[in-house]
Each structure stands twice: as C-alpha cells, then as structure tokens.
C-alpha cells in the first residue's frame, strides 16, 4: 500500500475530491491511504502561526521553516519517505514523474501557501521540487491532488482495466510499439470516438466501424503522436 502523506495549513480542502470515484475506491480496497495533516499542529504559539514576514522586505508572507521541520519529521518516524515541495521553481512535472514516484511506499508531500516557503525546507528538508506547470497558484493543494491521481492510478489493482495503461497519452511504450521499427518516446494517445455514429453531422471514421481490427490497428497506429 502507498502512504500519501500531505502537509497544509487547508486540510478540508481535499474531502471532496479524494471521496469520489477512482480515488475513493483505491482507498476503500486499501491500495493507497491518504493522510492529510494540519500544519498548525506543529505550531506552539496561541495563534498558531505558520508565517512570517521575509528577511529583506519584499510582499507577502512565507511559510516557516520550524512548523515543517516538525512535521516532517513527526511524519517520517524513523520511516523512509521521499519527500516533495511543491514550488514554481521546481521541476516540471510529466509522466515519467508519476512512473518514477509509484515506486515509492511512502511520500510526503509540501503544500505552500502566500508568497512561499522558507528556501531552507528545499534546501534542507525536501528531496525535490515540483512544478505542474508554468504560472501561479495560490497554493500547493491542487498540485498534491494532481500527483496523488497521476500516482494512484498507475499502482496494481488500481484501475479496474490496467490494460488501458498501455495506451496512455504520456506512456512511454505504446500497445503497438508505435511504427515497425519500434519507438520508446511517449506517446499521445489516438482520436477515440463513441456512439451516435453521426452526431450533427459530425461523422465517426468509417474503419472504426468496420470490424476490420488489422485496419482499425493501422489507422490507430497513424495517429499515435510524440509528445
């Protein structure tokens, strides 16, 4: 089972999502298990504050360094965990991320909020920096959410047909080993297409409908796209 683990100072923000469909049932049958902590119980002031104004001036607060510190530690017990910050200078994140963290038992993800986090939790207490793209959030609770999906999905058992893995937009190997010759790039996946047939007059392809596997074959292999 993996152990998502996420630190925020919003925790009620992930019910919804993390309660529904896919997720919800990885849960339910125990292949993934979601904790999502408080950072404010970290805190030992009344108000129990996770920011401060940055050294040098400058817009905004930070999040502390102390109240993560503490966390992360509380969190990892002794345990082995990789741990992730959430980071508009981090890297972006793709694919192969998700291929490579599934590998992981535990994780511990960061959630920034206002204007950032203290530079010594990417310097001291993260393993790494991601980013999910190049413009700004308000906080690192969607891309937790993000990562947690694109994970969970690839782990066994997860997904209901694994074989729809295979033939993934972003997958390394395509179910068709792309062209003759073979390639190992990603891939995006091919145009898909369900009933009605003619829809305003927007026709599905007529191989598609022929029963003809090896042309439907052909025809999918055609529109496979490197990404």
Same mark, same amino acid.
């Given at each position: 089972?993996?152990?998502?683990?996420?630190?925020?100072?919003?925790?009620?923000?992930?019910?919804?999502?993390?309660?529904?469909?896919?997720?919800?049932?990885?849960? !339910?049958?125990? @292949?993934?298990?979601?904790?999502?902590?408080?950072?404010?119980?970290?805190?030992? !002031?009344?108000? =129990?504050?996770? !920011?401060?104004?940055?050294?040098?001036?400058?817009?905004?607060?930070?999040?502390?360094?102390?109240?993560?510190?503490?966390?992360? @530690?509380? *969190?990892?017990?002794?345990?082995?965990? =990789?741990? *992730?910050?959430?980071?508009?200078?981090?890297?972006?994140?793709?694919?192969?991320?998700?291929?490579?963290?599934?590998?992981? $038992?535990?994780?511990?993800?960061?959630?920034?909020?206002?204007?950032?986090?203290?530079?010594?939790?990417?310097?001291?207490?993260? $393993?790494?920096?991601?980013?999910?793209? !190049?413009?700004?959030?308000?906080?690192?609770?969607?891309?937790?959410? *993000?990562?947690? $999906?694109?994970?969970? =999905?690839?782990?066994?058992?997860?997904?209901?047909?694994?074989?729809?893995?295979?033939?993934?937009?972003?997958? @390394?190997?395509?179910?068709?080993?792309?062209?003759?010759?073979?390639?190992?790039?990603?891939? *995006?996946?091919?145009?898909?297409?369900?009933?009605?047939?003619?829809?305003?007059?927007?026709?599905?392809?007529?191989?598609?409908?022929?029963?003809?596997?090896?042309?439907?074959? @052909?025809?999918?292999? &055609? =529109?496979? &796209?490197?990404?």
């Amino acid at each position: 089972m993996t152990n998502f683990n996420i630190i925020t100072i919003f925790p009620k923000i992930f019910e919804s999502y993390f309660s529904e469909s896919i997720i919800k049932r990885a849960q !339910d049958e125990r @292949k993934i298990k979601i904790n999502i902590h408080n950072l404010r119980d970290w805190t030992e !002031d009344k108000h =129990r504050t996770v !920011d401060d104004t940055p050294y040098g001036g400058g817009a905004g607060m930070i999040l502390k360094v102390e109240p993560i510190y503490k966390s992360v @530690k509380s *969190i990892k017990n002794n345990e082995t965990a =990789r741990v *992730i910050l959430f980071s508009a200078k981090g890297k972006k994140y793709t694919q192969s991320d998700a291929e490579r963290l599934s590998e992981y $038992d535990n994780l511990i993800l960061i959630c920034g909020r206002y204007e950032g986090v203290d530079e010594r939790v990417a310097e001291h207490i993260a $393993d790494e920096e991601i980013s999910i793209g !190049d413009y700004v959030l308000t906080g690192g609770e969607i891309p937790a959410m *993000i990562l947690v $999906d694109s994970i969970a =999905r690839l782990l066994p058992g997860v997904l209901k047909n694994p074989k729809s893995l295979e033939e993934e937009s972003f997958s @390394k190997i395509s179910a068709h080993g792309g062209p003759a010759s073979g390639w190992q790039n990603s891939f *995006i996946e091919y145009p898909q297409y369900t009933k009605p047939e003619n829809f305003k007059g927007w026709k599905a392809p007529k191989v598609l409908l022929s029963g003809n596997h090896k042309e439907i074959e @052909k025809w999918k292999e &055609k =529109r496979f &796209k490197k990404s």
